[in-house]
């Protein structure tokens, strides 16, 4: 396949202007292309870098899909942006042909001329060996290394980071856990469609205040639950006992989890081979708390941490 053809593939249609790769990933995949200031037809074209790799349009998508643009310019000193938009500007006006007197692109990364529009594209030129402190910023959210706990308790759930990329540690203690959370699913046996939506509804909004006042954690990928249900959850997806001392969950096993332990019965769930007696009652809770933190918190998968208790 050539090059034409692998970005024609990963555009879904063909390219309306000449462009150059700028960056492969490691099988030699595009990832970010430099696009002419002029397309085929003479239409300016503002987006002089365009992220075009499936895993980090991906990543950057749900970034952005969990408020990264707001964070991002919240992040931002607004003049340090401004300076970016125009050095942009500069590179791409650069790049157009000699004597054009047509339109020609405007605005900065993206087109725009203030503020942030698009991650993709700030994070493509940052790609791109570009000064682009959104990209920089994307980039960070994107790699960090800083260990997320999300304990399971009770009366209610933390996530804390005691190790953050920057600044000091923190903790959020949301004031609902497997017990007020095992209130909301009612007293129906299995509880009905609508106390589900309810209590996730609850859970997503208590999660939606962390997010906003943490957006690191958007799509983090090394948050690490703990608590006796998180590791009976592991249990359940395995349906066994024995489990290595870490085991990493993902989105689509954790969903499924908790379609298992809302739509059976008590008494249908004391049969399951993974499910301890002493947490039968609790289990479909505490699924409702993992699924409500992964869906809020765009995660694709979760660590069953070695140190929750058994019991």
Known sequence: ?????????????????????????????????RNA????????????YWLIGEDPVR????????????????????????????RHARERDEALPDHHDGPRPTGGVGGTREGVKCLHAHYAWFLAGGDDPVGRW???????SATVHVELDHHHTTVASPTPVSGAPWSVEVPIGIGRTS??????????????????????????????????LIAHE??????????????VELGRDDLADHLELDRDAAEDVFRTLVTESTADRAHNPGLPAEHVGDAPAAACILVAVMRRFHLERVIIDAESTDG
């Open 1 to 33: 396949m050539d090059d034409r053809e692998m970005v024609r593939t990963l555009l879904g249609r063909e390219p309306r202007g000449e462009f150059e790769i700028v960056v492969r990933d490691d099988a030699g995949w595009p990832v970010v292309i």
């Open 37 to 48: 200031p002029l397309l085929d037809d003479g239409t300016p074209m503002p987006t002089r």
């Open 59 to 86: 990543r950057v998508s749900q970034l952005e899909a969990a408020g990264g643009v707001r964070a991002a310019e919240h992040a931002i000193d607004p003049a340090v942006l401004a300076e970016a938009h125009d």
């Open 138 to 144: 994307v980039h960070d959210q994107l790699h960090r």
């Open 183 to 216: 209130e909301a699913l009612g007293s129906h046996d299995p509880p009905t469609p609508e106390d589900l939506t309810n209590a996730i509804g609850v859970l997503e909004d208590l999660f939606d205040h962390v997010r906003r006042s943490h957006p690191e």
């Open 222 to 235: 090394a948050i690490r639950v703990r608590g006796p249900l998180a590791r009976t959850l592991a249990r």
